[in-house]
């Protein structure tokens, strides 16, 4: 029984608890009107979540209140003026600790709303209010439908036209100035959207046309002299003509003629009102001359009086403004003791007093211009950014808009919003090229560029404020030194320098005072003179050992981590370990271990360097190159050139090696490693990144080491992203170890692949002539066929082309057709195709890197003459072999073939002189086969000899 009565008792209590009181706080951040028409506004509030709200109107009385609950206001002002037919404003008042109320002024007491539907959970809230259009009523009356002038010389034409007869007076009333002439059209109007011709001529002031009520009224008015009229009325249609012209004897009165009653009443009440004028006038002249001679208090209480004594009038308006600008120059003098809320209470009394009484609209810029200006001076930046954003949107015609946009950039600057802050600064100098802030812009965009390091934008801001205003920046010692800063990365020294040396001179206690001396050996250091830096920052630690000792030691250490030498080396990394060890606290640890890690690297410590990064990365988590994953991708970059320095040695195991020992860590399970930085993404599993390897490397080292399997499957790896810039290269690399491996069909099928993928690429002309090499090596005729095929296709691709990289191409596949032509005993052309491919050939024979292939084809096309028995030919081929490639080590072959050649010729004598100069290079190569073939030729030659020298000697007395 008693735990039903708790439930029961808890029930009640919740439930006598409001729903709203349980949710999360919301904010209002923006209420925008939209005119639709002269007749409709909508008018939206903006939440940062759906809004719990209640309306409540009173529209007789002109207002209109939205009921927020658990709001709080976001970046929005509570007080919002709008330039709207309908709607004058919305005041936000506070009612509870987070409940505002937003009270909706209108400017009509007959308007309608509609609550506009919205989506489920919308953070909109859109109220329609219309204005009433009164239906068009039957008129009985005549209506004027159509109205011509005509001007003719001394006399002028009015052609009156309405839609039926009409009864009309002519009135001349001799009690107002100018003699005016009145035209009653009894039971009658103007029709809707007429124009009435009543600009004035020589003759007529103006005409004007009215409806009163049960008439219509025409009011003419002279010029110079009264008018005389002459009146006619026509039907069909029905018109009335009136001919005027002046009385030339009869000027017009220059005063009003009235009755004697008249006179009186209107002496009586003229004196009334311009006793009470008389009265405000003077009293606002007092209280400006109070203001004028800056008594502020007083001035403020006297436009405060005049306010409350005349708060319906223009003037009384006025003077509300006025009362705030006094208090807000009283309370300026007061410094950093201002009371900004008592301005802004003042200010946001008088506009609402502009918003009562209908006038004084255009005071209202300039109070949401000081208020801005007030929370500046308090850099309550927020507050101060939507006051200007205030005329920015609903007053962007006033005076106050350029320099609301002006301090909306210096807002954001002061917010460390520097890209907003160039973006503003930009647009105002684009607005308001000539306005003498633009100066100070320049200054303050340089200023937003160095804090991005965008120097060079810096430097070109900087200069162009100085060019404009060079005195400004001798006022602030912190954007002189950021101006020395500036022009010291732009390697702009000599300027630099000129800055500092002011900066000393005009602010010596300042903190940046001391950073200039450590700065001069910055210059040096960038005028490549390192020795010099370091002794200035040496001598800048003497003079300054408390403030810059570590700065020093830092500037000295990271000059001689750049140095080549072993030395320097090893004394930079002994200055970040002191700094790390001895000053551990310091600001300057974090850049020491980084330093450390990134100086292992590049001396080429690779495993030492990995170590130290790893530990900067724990140490310090949140460092911005830490979270943004830059030292992790360091390691990689790390880790990358320690399988190339093994990989270039042709150390292709211990390449290999390196890339096991890291896999795991830095590829596989990246978030074992300190320096992947942590964020979100970690509740859910990372993959692994080995796209980040050297798989290039990796595989062609499994390659080179004969493991092609695994390099095949590493290149698979790589190839499954088509946009890794080492897809192409990769391919080609695949289709010459599939062609090594003599998978003919794979290879060609890669090679085909190739060249669809990459039609224009550098490497596409090689991969043409490899796919006509696959082919050939086949061995089987309709593939010798296609090679042949594919050789001369890719010889028509090139051959005119402009790219000589792409030339390349075609003497390297005219040497392949004189291969293929040989090998199928085609040798004619195969002739054809040795000679084009020398002839193609576009570098010079005696290059000492000339073409492999170019070399051999002067060898090939000798013996091929040689066999096809054409000694001529084959001794000029062999000749220039020799000629142009004396050292090649198919040279002596040339040498034996030339001297089998002039054997058959007869020339024994050459023949043997060849053989034996190859006798003795034999001596020093005696595993060459030209050797024993050159020493058995000369020794048969010799037995040759040897005979016929027998066979024809001259026997002697005995016969011998």
Avoid at 211 to 233: D, S
Avoid at 274 to 285: R, T
Avoid at 677 to 701: Q, T, Y
Avoid at 928 to 946: Q, V
Wanted: proline share 4%; with cysteine; hydrophobic share 40%.
């Amino acid at each position: 029984m008693s735990r039903l009565v708790t439930y029961l008792f808890f029930f009640f209590v919740f439930a006598l608890i409001p729903r709203w009181a349980w949710a999360q706080v919301n904010y209002l951040d923006r209420i925008t009107p939209t005119q639709e028409g002269d007749y409709r506004t909508v008018l939206t509030f903006e939440t940062f979540d759906p809004p719990d709200f209640e309306l409540v109107e009173n529209l007789k009385s002109k207002v209109f209140i939205i009921k927020f609950r658990n709001i709080k206001l976001g970046e929005i002002g509570d007080l919002l003026v709008f330039r709207n037919p309908l709607i004058a404003g919305v005041q936000l008042e506070k009612v509870d600790q987070d409940e505002y109320w937003a009270k909706v002024r209108t400017k009509y007491d007959d308007l309608t709303y509609k609550l506009l539907p919205q989506p489920k959970g919308s953070h909109l809230i859109k109220i329609q209010f219309d204005k009433p259009v009164k239906a068009k009523e039957a008129y009985e009356g005549a209506e004027l439908v159509d109205m011509l002038r005509e001007l003719a010389k001394d006399k002028e034409t009015l052609i009156l036209t309405f839609d039926k007869p009409a009864q009309y007076d002519i009135i001349r009333d001799n009690t107002t100035p100018g003699s005016k002439v009145k035209i009653r059209v009894i039971g009658a109007r103007v029709t809707d959207g007429l124009i009435i011709p009543g600009a004035p001529t020589e003759m007529l002031a103006g005409i004007q046309v009215e409806n009163r009520g049960k008439y219509l009224l025409m009011v003419i008015n002279p010029k110079t002299y009264v008018l005389k009229i002459a009146k006619k009325t026509l039907t069909r249609p029905d018109r009335v003509i009136l001919e005027l012209t002046e009385d030339k004897e009869k000027k017009i009165t220059e005063q009003p003629i009235l009755s004697t009653q008249e006179q009186v009443e209107v002496d009586g009440r003229t004196g009334l009102d311009k006793a009470k004028e008389d009265f405000i006038n003077k009293k606002l002249d007092e209280a400006e001359r109070e203001f004028r001679l800056g008594k502020f208090q007083t001035a403020g209480l006297d436009f405060k009086n005049l306010y409350n004594f005349a708060p319906q009038t223009e003037v009384g308006v006025r003077a509300a403004f006025r009362s705030a600008d006094s208090y807000y120059q009283l309370e300026a003098t007061k410094g950093d003791k201002m009371d900004h809320e008592f301005v802004v209470q003042e200010y946001r009394a008088a506009v609402n007093a502009a918003l009562v009484a209908e006038k004084g609209y255009e005071d209202i810029p300039r109070a949401y211009y000081n208020m801005g200006r007030v929370y500046m001076t308090k850099k309550l930046y927020s507050d101060a950014y939507t006051q200007f954003e205030i005329i920015l949107q609903y007053y962007s015609d006033s005076a106050f808009s350029a320099d609301s946009l002006f301090n909306q950039g210096l807002i954001h600057l002061g917010m460390f919003r520097y890209d907003k802050a160039i973006e503003t600064l930009n647009k105002f100098i684009r607005e308001n090229a000539t306005a003498p802030q633009v100066p100070v812009a320049y200054y303050k965009i340089g200023e937003a560029e160095f804090q991005l390091k965008h120097y060079k934008d810096a430097k070109k801001n900087f200069d162009r404020a100085w060019s404009l205003n060079g005195a400004y920046m001798k006022q602030d010692a912190e954007l002189m030194f950021h101006m020395g800063e500036a022009y010291f990365e732009n390697q702009d020294y000599h300027t630099a320098r000129a800055i500092y040396e002011q900066l000393i001179d005009l602010f010596p206690n300042e903190t940046f005072s001391n950073l200039v001396a450590i700065r001069i050996g910055d210059f040096l250091r960038a005028e490549d003179k390192p020795e010099d830096a370091i002794r200035a920052y040496e001598k800048a630690i003497v003079k300054y050992s408390k403030e810059l000792l570590l700065i020093g030691k830092m500037r000295i250490a990271n000059l001689k981590a750049e140095m080549p030498e072993p030395k320097p080396f090893q004394e930079a990394l002994e200055a970040y370990n002191f700094i790390i060890t001895k000053h551990p606290l310091s600001d300057q640890v974090e850049e020491a271990m980084l330093r450390r890690g990134l100086t292992l690297a590049l001396f080429h410590k690779y495993p030492e360097a990995v170590v130290k990064l790893e530990e900067f990365c724990a140490k310090f988590p949140e460092n911005l190159y830490v979270k943004n994953r830059i030292i992790h991708d360091r390691i990689l970059d790390t880790i990358t050139d320690y399988v190339t320095d093994y990989y270039q040695r042709a150390r292709y195991l211990d390449a290999l090696g390196v890339f096991e020992q890291y896999e795991r860590k830095y590829y596989l399970r990246p978030t074992e490693s300190a320096c992947f930085g942590k964020n979100d993404e970690f509740k859910i599993r990372v993959e692994p990144i080995l796209e980040r390897a050297p798989l290039f490397l990796i595989a062609d080292s499994y390659y080179r080491l004969g493991l092609q399997e695994k390099g095949l499957q590493i290149m698979d790896l790589i190839l499954k992203d088509p946009n890794d810039p080492l897809a192409s290269l990769v391919m080609y690399s695949k289709g010459q170890i599939l062609e090594a491996k003599g998978m003919a069909d794979e290879a060609q099928k890669t090679y085909g692949d190739f060249i669809v993928k990459y039609p224009n690429h550098t490497y596409t002309p090689e991969v043409k002539k490899a796919l006509g090499d696959a082919y050939y090596k086949v061995h089987k005729f309709d593939r010798v066929d296609r090679a042949i095929r594919i050789y001369n296709q890719t010889i028509r691709d090139y051959q005119e082309s402009e790219d000589p990289l792409e030339r390349e191409i075609i003497p390297a596949c005219w040497f392949a057709l004189g291969n293929v032509y040989q090998g199928i005993g085609q040798y004619d052309n195969a002739i054809k195709s040795y000679k084009t491919a020398l002839s193609t050939y576009e570098h010079p024979l005696q290059d000492k890197d000339v073409a492999t292939y170019i070399l051999d084809t002067n060898f090939i096309l000798g013996n091929l003459y040689y066999e096809l028995n054409q000694m001529p030919e084959a001794m000029d081929m062999f000749d220039q072999a020799i000629k142009y490639f004396p050292s090649s080590a198919k040279t002596p072959w040339a040498q034996y073939q030339k001297g089998q050649i002039y054997i058959r010729y007869n020339q024994k004598d050459k023949a043997l002189k060849i053989f034996e100069d190859l006798e003795k290079r034999a001596k020093d190569q005696p595993d060459a086969l030209w050797g024993p073939l050159a020493i058995e030729a000369r020794k048969a030659m010799i037995n040759d000899l040897n005979f016929d020298q027998y066979l024809n000697r001259t026997p002697d007395a005995n016969g011998k």
